[in-house]
């Protein structure tokens, strides 16, 4: 097993390395993976969207082949990063924001912190919309298990990858091998201990963060999508009956058969369905 991450481009950012992807013409969608991963969950839907969108995926600062920041790794701060990110790439009009888990969490960050910068939201399997979560992410909060779990381990990447998704063929061994090659970054257990620590306790997510972000982006009477898989183990599906009762104007989609990232599982649906979302008649197919 080769353990280093795929080929792609960089970008410097306050003076610091982001590997990312930027492909396509058209208005700018950006996607924002979630936490301890990496670009390379959005590689299908990128190539998909790319046919008519400009479309930014990178890594977020800290994982994958991004340098970390100086300052401690928050939503706030994840969310200036992509700011800036967006200004090296020379968007500065407002952008698509898509986020898959924590990823979702940093758009609406950014929608809330930012307004001109988000065209709409489209959340995935988002974090924010209530307390649970998967006990992996829980225990790590219990400072003697984190370090034996973030252990950059053949055997800890396989259980992961077979948590998110709900078809094991997706489990595969070049997806085990990014997330190992992730994991063996040397700022890579810091970073993800800094945003767990941030966002939940042993007990669940806290509840602070997720009523003043939600309150913010609820305001903003945004354009939102928010999608989700019927299996996912890491945030639980009734997480979007709260998101459509938290966001009363947002549009939901729960896809059948599917774990915590429908984008891969189901790629070109996930494809189809924002691309109607976007489109000018708008509107995407009920759940």
């Given amino acids: 097993m080769t353990l280093a991450l795929p080929p792609a ?7 610091r390395r982001m590997r990312c992807r930027i492909a396509g013409d058209g208005p700018p969608v950006v996607l924002l993976h979630g936490i301890g991963r990496t670009m390379e969950d959005f590689s299908a839907v990128q190539e998909a969207l790319a046919r008519d969108h400009r479309v930014l995926v990178m890594d977020l600062p800290g994982h994958g082949g991004s ?14 990063a992509v700011a800036g990110f967006l200004d090296a790439a020379g968007v500065t009009g407002p952008a698509h924001l898509v986020g898959n888990s924590m990823g979702g969490a940093v758009a609406m960050r950014l929608a809330a912190d930012a ?42 990447a396989r259980r992961t990858e077979r ?10 061994e070049a997806r085990i091998a990014t997330a190992l090659a992730a ?7 810091r970073v993800m201990l ?20 939600l309150d913010a982006v609820a305001a903003l009477d945004l354009p939102t999508l928010v999608v989700w898989g019927d299996r996912d183990l890491i945030l639980p599906a009734a997480h979007l ?47």
């Fill in 9 to 15: 481009d960089e970008l410097t950012v306050a003076g």
């Fill in 67 to 80: 340098a970390p920041l100086d300052d401690r790794h928050t939503l706030p701060t994840l969310a200036t």
């Fill in 115 to 156: 307004p001109e910068r988000a065209a709409s939201l489209v959340l995935v399997n988002s974090a924010g919309f209530g307390r649970e979560v998967t006990a992996a992410l829980r225990l790590l909060a219990v400072r003697p298990l984190a370090k034996l779990l973030l252990r950059p381990h053949p055997a800890i």
């Fill in 163 to 172: 948590a998110i998704f709900y078809d094991p063929a997706y489990v595969t």
């Fill in 183 to 189: 994991a063996r970054q040397p700022h890579a257990a």
């Fill in 194 to 213: 800094e945003l767990v620590r941030s966002l939940g306790t042993w007990r669940g997510v806290r509840p602070e963060w997720r009523a003043e972000l």
């Fill in 241 to 287: 009956s709260y998101a459509r009762s938290r966001l009363p104007g947002a549009q939901g989609h729960l896809f059948r058969d599917t774990g915590h990232m429908p984008q891969i599982e189901r790629a070109a649906e996930f494809a189809a369905l924002v691309r109607q979302f976007w489109s000018p008649s708008g509107g995407a197919a009920p759940a």
